[in-house]
């Protein structure tokens, strides 16, 4: 936000143009980088580290201890916060038209979705550029500057941790009561009640509040439940297998562009991790859907996006992970293997898959590494890593490049990247330690 946006902004009055604001899918649909570059699903060769990807990737694959060299402007911290301001121009706009019983129901439908697409980019920012949600330091730990007002010339300093994902609950338990429940066909992109749900769902997990995130996983599902069956898929291994409009897709968002998760970018040297690889049976149909090559130098196809672009949004399949998840750390064995069966069925050919019950050990443990799998490269890992190691820490990261091993320690204060050179200049704010 180091730039003055364009007086354009600001013109719109009308829901019309509050709608056309919303439908700019090229600035609203994308989602930082960072945490997947961070995470484990994939690793790179030691020659396309060293000589072709950007410095903020190239240190972020490291964990280096200074990401952005020589970079100022950074569209993982720039591209949510230009949401949010979006975001604050209708709400602030919506102030001046008045309600009537005629634009009810479009009026009720600006605001909730503004309020989504606030708390969708305060959440990633909160992934990346801050630690992991702990209730017992969230009132001690540094979260977001939560810009709240169209204001650019407003002085907004870091927020708590706890008052950040405060504000991003109540802009979703505002936005919930106020979207429609039906899910458009046409425009993925607009946020929606099931999707409100599934954020709701997402956002209590990170917070590890898994009463409330399978309570609310469970209201997306009662609202759109679809399911793809995987067998119906014509051909397994064309490089475009799913449609943008797929029937489990809530709301659609992919990754800003990047050298190393850009579309076709992973046929060069950037290649999935052999292990997440090798966890697919021969008869999980993912393994084809998902990825091209073999165990050792596998690419990741693309997502629901419909490109090869990598998806990051909402869907179903999520949701039926988060419930089963949440159900078997509840003790509710019988519902959660209920889902994860009625998930794998439609992810095996036909005829080979073999259900869990409730006597299968380690049933959340199942769970989990199923729902690695369900959802690779789709900005989950990242926060599932660190949240995951704040209750059984024993996830390592580890690169290996020309013999020399980095890692990144248990719980670590590198699990917030560093907030980019441009932001501080202009925010002025407390620096991330690494």
């Not at 013109?11 to 997947?36: C, H, K, M, R, Y």
């Not at 992991?132 to 709240?148: H, S």
């Not at 995130?213 to 469970?218: N, P």
């Not at 917030?416 to 330690?433: C, F, K, R, V």
Request: hydrophobic share 35%; with cysteine; net charge negative.
């Amino acid at each position: 936000m180091d730039e003055r946006p364009n007086s354009d902004v600001f013109v719109p009055t009308t829901l019309e143009d509050f709608q056309a604001l919303l439908d700019n899918e090229i600035a609203l649909s994308v989602t930082p980088t960072l945490g997947e570059l961070s995470a484990d699903n994939y690793y790179l060769t030691a020659d396309f580290w060293k000589q072709t990807i950007i410095p903020k990737e190239h240190n972020a694959y490291i964990w280096a201890e200074k990401v952005f060299e020589g970079e100022s402007t950074v569209e993982d911290w720039n591209a949510p916060y230009k949401q949010v301001l979006y975001a604050n121009v209708i709400l602030d706009g919506l102030k001046k038209v008045p309600v009537t019983s005629g634009n009810l129901q479009q009026w009720n439908n600006m605001k909730g979705s503004a309020l989504f697409i606030r708390a969708y980019a305060f959440y990633n920012l909160a992934q990346v550029f801050a630690l992991p949600y702990n209730a017992t330091t969230a009132g001690n730990d540094l979260g977001i500057p939560l810009k709240l007002t169209p204001n650019v010339d407003e002085v907004v300093h870091r927020s708590k941790l706890d008052e950040t994902y405060a504000q991003i609950l109540a802009d979703l338990l505002e936005a919930k009561d106020l979207l429609p429940a039906e899910v458009s066909y046409a425009y993925r992109n607009r946020p929606n009640k099931p999707a409100a749900f599934a954020q709701l769902a997402r956002v209590y997990v990170s917070m590890r509040l898994y009463d409330k995130a399978g309570a609310y996983a469970d209201s997306c599902l009662h609202l759109k439940d679809t399911l793809m069956d995987y067998n119906n898929f014509k051909d397994l291994f064309t490089l475009r297998p799913f449609d943008k409009y797929n029937p489990e897709t809530l709301y659609q968002t992919k990754f800003i562009e990047t050298g190393v998760l850009k579309a076709g970018s992973l046929t060069r040297g950037c290649f999935v991790d052999t292990i997440l690889y090798r966890s697919y049976s021969p008869n999980d149909l993912r393994r084809s859907l998902f990825y091209q090559g073999n165990s050792f130098y596998a690419n990741m196809k693309g997502g629901y996006t419909g490109t090869l672009l990598f998806f990051t949004g909402l869907a179903t399949d999520e949701m039926y992970l988060v419930r089963a998840e949440c159900r078997a750390r509840a003790g509710d064995m019988e519902g959660a293997q209920k889902d994860l069966n009625y998930l794998l069925q439609r992810r095996y050919q036909t005829g080979t898959f073999i259900p869990y019950t409730t006597s299968t050990p380690n049933l959340q443990d199942t769970i989990l590494n199923e729902r690695r799998k369900e959802m690779p490269f789709r900005g989950v890992r990242w926060t599932d890593i660190r949240r995951l190691n704040m209750e059984d820490p024993n996830i390592t990261p580890m690169r290996i490049l020309d013999g020399l091993p980095y890692t990144l320690p248990v719980n670590s204060p590198k699990y917030a990247l560093p907030i980019p050179p441009d932001a501080m200049s202009t925010g002025h704010y407390i620096q991330n330690e690494r």
